[in-house]
């Protein structure tokens, strides 16, 4: 079975600060994705990586797929309140020619002002 | 907006009933996916359809099924429901079938099933 551990489940930072959420598994994925979540909305995508040690950078919010394409992290810079939400990683396990995504169960940030 | 609806966006109903939940996709979209977000559990996959056809199965229990009908929206239907079935339910679509990564999915708002 697949699993993703997303760490930490709970940020609560000031505005400005900086901040690093961790997606971990022992399974090699062809690709991952980031989600952010607000309430009462459906995820969406920002980003996709594939490539392992791939940096995709997304103006303050910076994405690294590890080199053995088990692990993921997202840095974001001086946060801001709207940065707020629940963030999801997804990792992409293929059967045959179909994919399916195994998502983590997120890390809820709260940006203060 | 994502361009993908769901309807209800709220459904309260009690153990052992049945239920249907109904998804239209972004326009231009085959694949439809169901999945289910719950507290303990996280997003877990349902189901995916492409262009009618069921096309991958994830972790459904046999009370749940679904459905994507000639103009593309699909439905889940829930029966002999119990507690632990409370959950958010979203849809998703993207254009092509093969459910990767790299094919963007599209979430709907959901439902918010409470089942007391």
């Known amino acids: 079975t697949q699993l993703l551990e997303q760490s930490p489940q709970f940020l609560s930072i000031q505005e400005g600060e900086n901040l690093t959420v961790y997606c971990n598994s022992s399974s090699v994925f062809s690709s991952l994705q980031w989600y952010r979540q607000e309430p009462g909305e459906g995820p969406v995508l920002l980003v996709t990586?594939?490539?392992?040690?791939e940096v995709k950078k997304l103006k303050r919010l910076t994405f690294q797929f590890g080199d053995a394409r088990k692990d993921s992290s997202l840095h974001i810079t001086a946060a801001q309140p709207g940065d707020t939400g629940l963030y999801l990683c997804?990792?992409?396990?293929?059967?045959?020619?179909?994919?399916?995504?195994?998502f983590g169960k997120g890390t809820k940030l709260s940006v203060k002002p | 907006d994502s361009g993908v609806t769901q309807t209800p966006k709220h459904l309260i109903t009690a153990t052992g009933q049945r239920v249907t939940l109904r998804c239209s996709p972004r326009?231009?979209?085959?694949?439809v996916y169901w999945y289910q977000q719950s507290l303990d559990q996280g997003l877990q996959f349902l189901i995916q359809?492409?262009?009618?056809?069921?096309?991958a199965k994830g972790n459904i229990l046999e009370r749940f099924s679904a459905q994507q009908f000639p103009d593309l929206h699909s439905e889940l239907n829930l029966s002999s429901l119990e507690l632990g079935d409370s959950a958010l339910y979203f849809c998703?679509?993207?254009?092509?079938?093969?459910?990767?990564?790299?094919?963007?999915?599209?979430f709907g708002p959901g439902t918010r099933l409470t089942v007391l």
């Open positions: 998703a679509s993207s254009v092509s079938l093969s459910g990767r990564g790299t094919d963007t999915q599209y």
């Open positions: 326009s231009g979209d085959l694949s």
């Open positions: 990586v594939v490539t392992g040690g």
């Open positions: 997804a990792g992409e396990v293929m059967t045959g020619s179909q994919g399916n995504l195994i």
């Open positions: 359809y492409y262009n009618g056809e069921e096309r």
